[in-house]
């Protein structure tokens, strides 16, 4: 589609789309409704949209009553809308696409999505590993599509990972920096490279705790502590893998290790644990219990697969 940019350099864009209405989703949705956007969420059917609009809701809610947003709940909730028809982007600046961890489908969806999208608007990723290189070779316009790795929770998280392709162009990293500040998070600005520098980091770190757990090393809690107390690790790195969920730390360690070597080999308790179902917090049970803790509206990625519906 041609046409005047429907995006802005700087600041908060006024639309902005969201693929994918899981909690990843749900919580990059509600963001961008705290901080001045209208947000439109495409999901695969009815059901799954419904879904999504009620995730995103009740983060709205929680906001109002914590105080964290002066806006009136019924404002808030008027700024977000779901759809399952891929048209719905049309007009939007921005699209941020948070579809799980599986390339063919990112690169299916992107490419849907930058068919309905005018010349101006930016196209982003919430992949939390993939190569943008990689997924940008499905797109016409790679030069106006980049990485926005948001993380868990996304309310309360302070970091996004700006993912700069090859073909990333100079304005859309000055516009994604304006964008993160808008959300009132800070950029950290990476090039495009396997676990990027975040994922990397975290899933080493990870990894190796669980080979600890497996040798006996030390009980979940204590080498968690470890990491708390000793070098002021907000939550420990078995507990993070509960949060984000073991099935997505797999994938990304998988995927690591077929990029990066054997260093990022899963080890059998992570594999034995996903097969059995323990997925963490969103299963009940990881490497700690959460049968008692209450449900988080955007912990991790639901596996959802939104296909195109677009014409």
């Keep these: 589609m041609s046409g005047d940019p429907t995006s802005t350099r700087v600041g908060i864009p006024a639309r902005v789309g969201v693929l994918g209405g899981g909690r990843m989703g749900a919580g990059i949705a509600h963001a961008f409704c705290l901080a001045g956007s209208s947000v439109v969420v495409v999901e695969r059917d009815d059901a799954a949209a419904d879904a999504g609009l009620v995730r995103a809701t009740r983060a709205l809610a929680s906001s109002v009553e914590r105080g964290t947003t002066t806006a009136p709940l019924a404002e808030l909730e008027a700024r977000i809308s779901v759809s399952t028809d891929y048209a719905s982007f049309a007009g939007c600046a921005l699209v941020v696409e948070a579809v799980p961890e599986d390339p063919a489908l990112k690169r299916q969806a992107l490419r849907a999505v930058e068919d309905v999208l005018d010349d101006g608007a930016w196209l982003a990723t919430n992949t939390s590993s993939l190569s943008v290189d990689s997924l940008a070779g499905a797109l016409q316009r790679p030069s106006r599509f980049c990485g926005l790795h948001f993380f868990n929770p996304v309310p309360a998280s302070a970091l996004i990972e700006v993912v700069l392709g090859t ?34 980091l975290g899933v080493a770190i990870a990894l190796e705790a669980m080979r600890m757990l497996e040798e006996g090393v030390a009980t979940a809690e204590d080498i968690d502590a470890a990491m708390v107390l000793g070098y002021r690790h907000p939550v420990g790195p078995l507990r993070t893998t509960d949060l984000v969920g073991l099935d997505v730390r797999l994938g990304i360690a998988e995927y690591l290790e ?5 260093r990022f080999s899963p ?3 992570l594999r034995d644990k996903v097969a059995r179902g323990e997925l963490g917090r969103k299963s009940g049970r990881g490497f700690f219990d959460w049968e008692d803790a209450p449900p988080s509206p955007a912990t991790d990625q639901d596996p959802q697969r939104p296909s195109p519906q677009h014409q």
């Excluded at 500040?181 to 990027?196: C, E, H, I, Q, Y």
């Excluded at 077929?258 to 054997?262: A, C, D, E, I, R």
């Design 258 to 262: 077929s990029t990066l070597g054997p």
């Design 167 to 200: 073909e990333t162009s100079a304005d859309l990293e000055e516009a994604a920096r304006s964008w993160v500040a808008a959300l009132g998070k800070t950029p950290v600005v990476v090039r495009d490279s396997p676990g990027f520098a975040s994922s990397r």
């Design 267 to 269: 080890p059998a308790i």
